[in-house]
């Protein structure tokens, strides 16, 4: 069920279950029971209800629920957008079967209601809404009504997420078979509310013919590809992560990436620092060890010792020259490396030189964990993209390394167009700091030797689990220390959950 189905995607799925045999008026009649089951726990008890149906099958998804709610003995008021005579297939069918009153938009007792059905339009719109749809869902919006939407909330495109014109705020969102990515970007996620995913009759099989690309980012995605410490192992089998630090007055920006990382399960760790700056670190440190490192040619020689598999630079290294001869130096080492911060804005006059090192020598794993100001200096052009989906997949393609786009909505993308949306990620995990957490988090699963992509996700899904464990009120310092326990949480992850 972790499956993202953009639009397209979704219609194949019902077109290939009705070419399997499924006459497209059962799964309407599925998705109607659905939606009116979700509308009678929402009423909780009687009570008034506004159905608005579109002229498309989220209309016929509406007539269904009305039908099947006046059965239940609710008041159900139905308003179609359009005419009733040009109503086709399997929505036609379900309005010749409701027998209810049928009013005209301007008729639409929407302040009145307690609850609104919004089957107005589904996940594949194409244009901004306008005209009395518009209308309607201002009125909507303004009223007190619960609101249960039907696939989306009508006004979001539900493979991007964005407001196209005007957009619904629901309290519920029934969807079916697999949820949207836009239903997990920003601002989609804002409108859905509940989000409840309902199978209406598509057999899982039909997948195998989608090949879908993007997941919500879940333990289930990525937790077979991280190494589980072997019974016989020992700390060099887990890896040994460098952390390379800033001058003196810029250290705890690495500090806290170097403890996430020996939270995460790293074997050791280093904190590789210029030597005005060792003082300051040996004074906070205790398991993590320390060398000095005052340039590239320093960091060239720490890296030549291979069991020294993964770095991680950028948090407070300063911006400019000697940053990017680090990058270099790290690049060119064949560690695995995650770059973050001013690793990657010492970049964003010429990001191309940047992906040049990443390409060759190939092989080895690299994550870019930038913040969208970040990525819009490396990736500029990609700005007038709508979709965050889509921004992180091309950047990773381009760059060739994996991407972590960070925000609310964290976008993970793999060069191969492999993507996952994160969910977890509580209010209070922006904070100072917490990026660089993260970074080190993904250096832990990388010097473990984990794939990129999954690293990447793995680390994003444990960063907003430790934050949602340390709780309201956390400090960047606090997230690596309930680092162990989000671990523990992944392990024990159930769908269910």
């Known amino acids: 069920m972790n499956e993202l189905l953009s639009g397209e995607e979704m219609a194949r799925a019902d077109a290939a279950q009705i070419a399997a045999g499924t006459p497209g008026a059962v799964l309407m ?42 059965g239940h003995g609710v008041r159900v008021e139905l308003v179609l957008f ?18 209810g009153p049928l009013l005209t938009p301007d008729q639409a007792p929407i302040e009145t209601a307690d609850l609104v059905i919004d089957a107005l339009f589904g996940a594949g719109l194409a244009r901004p809404v306008a005209g009395a749809a518009g209308e309607a869902i201002a009125r909507v919006n303004r009223s007190p009504a619960s609101v249960v939407a039907v696939d989306v909330p009508s006004g979001i495109d539900g493979t991007t997420g964005e407001v196209r014109g005007a957009a619904v705020m629901a309290d519920h969102t029934v ?37 879908p690309r993007a997941w919500l980012n879940v333990p289930a995605v990525w937790r077979g590809a991280i190494p589980a410490p072997a019974p016989d192992g020992h700390k060099y089998a887990r890896g ?86 680090l990058v270099r130096a790290a690049l060119a080492s064949g560690a695995a490396a995650v770059l973050d911060a001013d690793a990657l804005t010492s970049f964003g006059d010429d990001p191309d030189a940047l ?8 092989g080895r794993p690299v994550v870019l964990t930038p913040h969208e100001g970040e990525f819009a200096r490396l990736f500029p052009d990609l700005r007038a993209e709508p979709s965050k989906l889509a921004r992180a997949r091309a950047a990773a393609a381009r760059c060739r390394a994996a991407i972590v786009l960070k925000g609310a909505d964290t976008v993970i993308a793999a060069p191969d167009g492999r993507a996952a949306i994160n969910a977890n990620a509580p209010p209070w995990l922006a904070t100072a700091g917490a990026g660089d957490v993260l970074a080190g988090i993904v250096a832990a699963l990388l010097a473990r030797r984990a794939p990129a992509f999954e690293a990447a996700s793995a680390a994003v899904w444990i960063h907003g689990e430790a934050a949602a464990g340390a709780g309201l009120g956390m400090i960047a310092g606090d997230l690596a220390s309930a680092v162990p326990a989000a671990i523990a949480a992944a392990a024990a992850w159930s769908p269910g959950r």
């Open 240 to 325: 040994h992560v460098v952390a390379v630090s800033g001058g003196p007055c810029n250290t705890g920006a690495i500090r806290l990436a170097a403890t996430a990382a020996l939270r995460a399960g790293a074997g050791l760790v280093t904190v590789a620092a210029p030597q005005a700056a060792l003082p300051v670190h040996a004074s906070h440190l205790t398991e993590i060890m320390l060398t000095g490192c005052d340039d590239a040619a320093g960091l060239e020689t720490i890296l030549a010792d291979r069991r020294k598999n993964a770095v991680v630079l950028g948090p407070a290294s300063g911006v400019g020259e000697a940053t990017r001869a």
């Open 82 to 99: 359009g005419d009733r005579g040009r109503l086709a297939g399997d929505a036609a069918a379900a309005a010749r079967r409701y027998d």
């Open 29 to 70: 009649e599925q998705a109607g029971r659905a939606v009116a089951r979700v509308a009678l726990g929402a009423l909780r008890g009687a009570g008034r209800v506004c159905v608005l149906a579109g002229p498309g099958n989220n209309g016929g998804d509406g007539f269904v629920a009305a039908r099947l709610l006046a």
């Open 355 to 362: 992906f040049a090192m990443i390409a060759a020598p190939a």
């Open 175 to 211: 969807t079916f078979f697999r949820a949207k990515p836009g239903h997990y970007l920003h601002p989609g996620r804002l409108h859905r509310g509940v989000l409840h995913v309902e199978e209406i009759g598509i057999g899982a099989g039909v997948l195998a013919g989608i090949a």
